[in-house]
C-alpha cells in the first residue's frame, strides 16, 4: 500500500466517526494536514496523473497523455517540468489564488519540478481574461511590492524554496519587431479574437487595445522559452494555455500538456467568483477566528466545491462525508466545522483551528442570545425606514449588497429572532420582505411578541434596538 493508502484507511475511519466531537475532528485534521507534506512519489504514473486530474476542469489533450509523459520522464530518471505563470497584478490575496499552488504542490511531492513566471513584462500589458475592460499598467515597483506580499500569503500552502522563479522580461524585452511580425504571421486572427470576452467587449463597443490582443502571445512565448511539459492555469486561461502550444508547434518544440483549474465560488453563494471587489472572499492574512467563521457562513452546496479546492482528501473521502450528509447521519454543520479547520491548519496550524473552533462553538452555539459578547446593534428608530436590505448592506455590513441580502432571504437564511421568557420565536423572512421598511416588517411579524429582537442574516446577528 502507498503512503497515500496508508493515511486514506486511517483518515476514513476518523470520517465514518461522530465528527461533532472535537477529539474525532483534532485526530482528523492531524491526519490530513500532514499529506500537505506527505511524499507521493511511490504513486504510479497512472494514478498520478488520476490525482492531478481529481482537482482540474480540462487536462489537455488528455488525462493518459499526462500518465504517459509522466512515465516517460520517470524512465528518464526525472520529473515532469511544470510551469504556472503569475502576473502580480494586486496586493490581497484569497483562497481563490491559492487553489492552483496546493496543485503545483501536489507535482512537488509527486516528484515533478516547478518553474513559477513571475510576469514581470505581461504584467504591464495585464492579462484581459475575463475582463470587461483594460487592465491599469504596472510599474516595477508595483510588480516588487506585490510579488512579495503574494508569496508570503500564499507560503502555507506552497514550498517556495523548491521552485524555480524565472522573470519573462528575461526573453520577452529583447524580442524584437521583426521577430514579432514573422511569428504573428503564422497565427491566425481568427484564433487570437475567438475568445467570448473580446467578443463580448467589442459588441459592447468597450473597444481592445493591440497590446490586449498580443497578451496570449506573449504568454505563449514563456512556454516557448522554457520548453515545459505542463502548463497550468485557471479554466479562463483555456485559449492563453493553447497559444503556448501552438506556438511550441512552430517552434518545432513538443507541445505542453494544459491542466486548467477551476474558479473558486465566493462565499456569498451568488456563483460570482470570489474576489475582494465582491466582499465575497477569504483572505489569507486574515486572523483565524475570522477565516473559521466566513467559512461556517458559506451555504452548504459550496462544501463539495471547497472540500476539493483546500483539502488533501480524496474523491473518496469527499464521498463518503456528503453521504453522511444527505443520509442524515452527519449534520452537514459539523461538515463545515471540519472545513474549516482544515484551512485554518494549513494557516495557521492544528493548535489554532482547535482554538477558532471552540471559539466559534463558544459565540454562536449558545442557548441565549444575549450571552454572545460584542453584538452589534441596529437603532429601529434611526433605521426604520430603510429598508432590511438597507440596513444589512450600509448600516451592519454583513452583505456586500442588497441583491445579495435579497438572495439570502430567497435561500430562508433571514430572519427575525424574539427571544422573551418563553425562549426563541424565529420568523423566517421572505425575499419581499427584504425590500421593505425595517420597521414596518417588525411592526407586522413581531407586533404580539415581545421580548429582545435579533436580525439574523446566515450565521450574522444583530441585535434590534428600541422597536
Known sequence: MTRLGESVARASTLLSADLSSDATVQELLKETGARRYLDLTDLPAKEQAELIAARTVEVL?????????????????????????????????????????????????????????????????????????????????????????????????????????????????????????????????SQLLQREDFRNRLAAGSGLTMTELLYPIAQGLDSVALECDVELGGSDQLLNLQMGRKLMELRGQRPQLVVTMPLIEGTDGTGAKMSKSKGNYVGLSAPADDVFGKIMSVPDRLMEPYLKAWTEWTDEEIALVLGR???????????????????????????????????????????????????????????????????????????????????????????????????????????????????????EKLADSPGVAYLKAGRKLAQLEGR
Open 61 to 189: 489533450p488528455g488525462v493518459e497523455k499526462l500518465a504517459e509523459r509522466i512515465e516517460e520522464r520517470r524512465a528518464a530518471g526525472r520529473g515532469l517540468h511544470i510551469k504556472l505563470g503569475i502576473d502580480p497584478t494586486a496586493t490581497d490575496v484569497h483562497l481563490g489564488h491559492a487553489v492552483p499552488l496546493i496543485i503545483l504542490s501536489r507535482f512537488q511531492r509527486l516528484g515533478h519540478d516547478v518553474t513559477l513566471i513571475i510576469g514581470d513584462f505581461t504584467a504591464k500589458i495585464g492579462d484581459p481574461s475575463g475582463r470587461t475592460a483594460e487592465r491599469p499598467p504596472l510599474t516595477d515597483e508595483d510588480i516588487a511590492q506585490n510579488l512579495a506580499t503574494y508569496r508570503e500569503q500564499v507560503r502555507p500552502f506552497f514550498d517556495f524554496e523548491k521552485v524555480s522563479f524565472r522573470q519573462n522580461s528575461e526573453w520577452l524585452a529583447p524580442y524584437t519587431f521583426p521577430e514579432l511580425l514573422a511569428l504573428l504571421a503564422q497565427v491566425p486572427a
Open 325 to 443: 450528509v444527505a443520509d442524515r447521519s452527519m449534520h452537514p454543520m459539523d461538515l463545515k466545522k471540519v472545513l474549516a479547520g482544515e484551512v485554518v491548519t494549513a494557516l495557521y496550524g492544528l493548535d489554532a483551528a482547535m482554538a477558532a473552533r471552540a471559539g466559534f462553538v463558544a459565540q454562536f452555539s449558545k442557548k441565549s442570545f444575549s450571552d454572545v459578547e460584542s453584538l452589534p446593534s441596529v437603532d429601529v428608530a434611526a433605521h426604520g425606514a430603510e429598508t432590511v436590505a438597507a440596513v444589512l448592506t450600509t448600516v451592519l455590513e454583513f452583505t456586500p449588497s442588497a441583491s445579495a441580502a435579497r438572495r439570502l432571504a430567497k435561500q430562508n437564511a433571514l430572519r427575525l429572532v424574539v427571544e422573551g421568557e418563553g425562549g426563541q420565536q424565529a420568523v423566517v423572512l421572505a425575499e419581499a420582505d427584504a425590500a421593505r421598511p425595517l420597521g414596518e416588517v417588525l411592526a
